[in-house]
Structure formats: C-alpha cells, structure tokens
C-alpha cells in the first residue's frame, strides 16, 4: 500500500519546482484565530487503491477522483463507492484517454474528460459510457502531471478551458507556448475563442528546461492564474465578454527554497527540496494558498537519498496564507501534516486531502482521506 500511495507523492514533488527564496521575518499579520483544523475522514471502499480527488459536486455531496491512476471513481462522503469505471483499451468506444488533464463533475450526472494529445472532449455518464463527443478547433497537449478539474461555467452554457494547443508537438516542446492559454467554450454554439496570455518573460512562454505549465482557479468571475514553482500570481475578471487583468499578487512567503540554475540555466533539482505553490481557494475576499517551504541547499546537501526523500512528505513545512484581496494583507497558519499536500476543494471553507501514512509510517489496506476546515 505504502508504493502507491507513494505515487500520489511524486506527482506534489514533481510540480514543486524552484520558488523565490525569501528571508524576511514573518509577516506581523499573523493570526491564530483562526486555524485550519482536521475535521472528518473518509475512508473509501476500494481495498489496495490509489485514490486521487478531483473534483466535489456540493449538491450531490459526491467525490470525483483517479483510482491507481488511470481508473476513475466516484464515491460519497461516506467513502461508499457508487461508480467505477475502468480504462478501456484504445479503439474502444468507451475509451477516455489515456492521459487526462480534465477531468470533473459536468451537468447532470455526467463527467467532462479532456483527453491528452487529441482533439476532442469527452462527456461520459457515471458508468463510463461516452455519450458525446465535442471536436475541439486545436489539440491538447500538456503534462500528464496535469490532470484535475479544467473544465469551469463562467455564465449558462459558456465554459472556461484549460486548453493550450493550437500548436504541432514538437514546436510546442520546443520553443514553449506563446499563445492562449485558455479557450472559453460555448456550449450551444459549440464555438471556441482563446482568452488570457500570459505576461511576457513567464517561464512558461520559453524552451523546455525552464518552462512549467501553469494552474489556475476559477471563482466568482475571478481567474486566479499561477505557477507552483514561482510566488506570483495573476489576477484577472471577467467582464461578460473577455477577462480582463487586474492585479498580479506576490506573498511574501517566508523561508521560501528555490532550485539554483548552473551555468547553463538549466535548474538543479537535486540540490534542494524546492518550495512551491500547492493549491488556492476563494472565500469572499479572501484568497487562501497553501504552499510549501523547501529545505535549503546547506542542509540538503548534507542528507543521505533516504533521509532527502522522505523529508519531503514527514517535515511540518507546509503551510496556509489567506490574502485579503483588498489590501493585500497576509495571514500565516500551519497546515495539518497528517495531511499529504494534495489539496482538493470540497465545498465552501472545506478541503480534502490524502492522509500522511508517512508521519507514522502506517499501513492501510483503505485509502483514508482527511477532511479539513478553517474555524
């Protein structure tokens, strides 16, 4: 059990990439009234699985997540399991990709799948059956490390997409992606129009050693866009027709750790446990990140392979900022470490994460995953 659920580890280790080093104090906006507590847990139904949330439908209560990876489950509060569907071969007419960058609840019991490397999205019941398909006017190819919830209703029928294509393979991976990131889809005209770049000089838009694919959070008419591996993040609103910029918001993030470059340019990922960005979360005003800090080169370097590999998921290095979108105030709090930092939203002030088997070193034969709150 310990070796898959290890896999869901690489995945948060992979996408943390060097963050800027900062060593001011702490922010004297600290606040301990209010804290980011463990308050339920879910033990799902499925003997000797992976499980890896996706998406949370309020309504429904009901979880949308990866099961060892390429199978999807869909499973309630009480960690019944309601739906499995299993990968289907290619060529089947049920097949829903291979890689997925996303996958999410969409209308009436029916999922959304964006496929990697085709151009076409899927819309799929609970069972796994495709009941349509959308053409798509590029061809999605991003990281396999990208799957999750894409797919965002910004008005009735008009959708946000996660979707940078509209280039051939090899020059994408070459040069980098220069143009849209994102398509908003119009669902009864079946029409697609590219929306939000991002700034010039984001390593994004370079060649491959240093670029990273972005993530990003829909809510309320704000568009929250950011790389895990850089502490800042863009803000953009939507006016009814297009998004527009609004603020770029940089934390202070103390004790940050970021991958150093050799004469090259090129990042050494093995000199440091790099901080980075985890997830983001709106509430009202309020922007929350959760991020974690890194361990610097000094005492890295000084660590045995075992020692480096397992600091990374048993060190209290993770933590919680809420930002008031006003006037950029900060407030620090320490996030739960018998959580993995795999933060998904499971509605309003609720998070939901994988259980740190790790910090005691357990074994389980259920996935157990962690509810958790601010109070």
Not at 175 to 182: A, C, D, P, R, Y
Not at 229 to 234: A, D, Q, V
Not at 294 to 308: A, C, F
Not at 339 to 364: D, Q, S, T, V
Request: proline letters at 5%; glycine letters at 6%; charged letters at 25%.
């Amino acid at each position: 059990m310990k070796s898959l659920q290890f896999l869901s580890v690489v995945l948060f280790i992979a996408l943390s990439a060097f963050a800027c080093s900062n060593e001011e104090a702490e922010t004297e906006t600290s606040s301990a009234e209010q804290q980011w507590v463990i308050s339920d847990s879910i033990v799902v139904d499925l003997a000797l699985a992976e499980i890896m949330p996706y998406d949370y439908n309020p309504d429904k209560e009901l979880f949308l997540g990866s099961s060892n990876r390429n199978d999807l489950v869909i499973f309630d509060e009480n960690g019944s399991v309601l739906h499995e569907i299993k990968e289907k071969p290619a060529g089947d007419p049920n097949y829903l990709g291979n890689w997925k960058i996303g996958t999410g609840f969409f209308e009436d019991d029916k999922i959304l799948v964006q496929p990697n490397m085709l151009n076409q999205m899927l819309i799929a019941d609970y069972d796994g059956k495709v009941v349509e398909k959308i053409q798509l006017p590029f061809r999605v190819i991003v990281s396999v490390n990208k799957a999750g919830p894409k797919c965002f209703e910004i008005e009735e029928n008009r959708y946000l997409l996660y979707a940078p294509g509209r280039y051939d393979q090899m020059e994408l991976w070459n040069n980098g992606f220069k143009e849209f990131l994102f398509e908003i889809w119009d669902r009864e005209s079946n029409t697609f129009s590219p929306t939000i770049k991002l700034p010039e000089g984001h390593p994004h838009n370079k060649a491959r050693n240093n670029r990273f694919f972005p993530e990003f959070l829909y809510e309320d008419g704000k568009l929250f866009l950011y790389t895990a591996e850089f502490p800042e993040i863009y803000m953009y609103q939507w006016d009814g027709t297009d998004f527009q910029y609004e603020k770029t918001i940089k934390p202070n993030f103390p004790k940050f750790v970021r991958y150093p470059e050799n004469a090259e340019g090129d990042i050494d990922f093995r000199a440091v446990s790099a901080g980075g960005i985890i997830s983001l979360d709106l509430e009202g005003n309020e922007l929350y990140i959760a991020y974690k800090e890194g361990i610097e080169e000094g005492r890295y370097s000084i660590m045995s392979e075992e020692e480096q590999q397992m600091s990374q998921i048993s060190e209290p290095m993770y933590k919680i900022v809420g930002i008031n979108l006003d006037d950029l105030s900060e407030r620090y709090q320490d996030a739960p470490q018998e959580i993995l930092p795999l933060y998904f939203r499971a509605g309003e002030g609720r998070w939901i994460g994988l259980k740190n088997i790790y910090l005691k070193m357990e074994e389980e034969d259920y996935p157990t995953l962690y509810l958790m709150e601010r109070r």
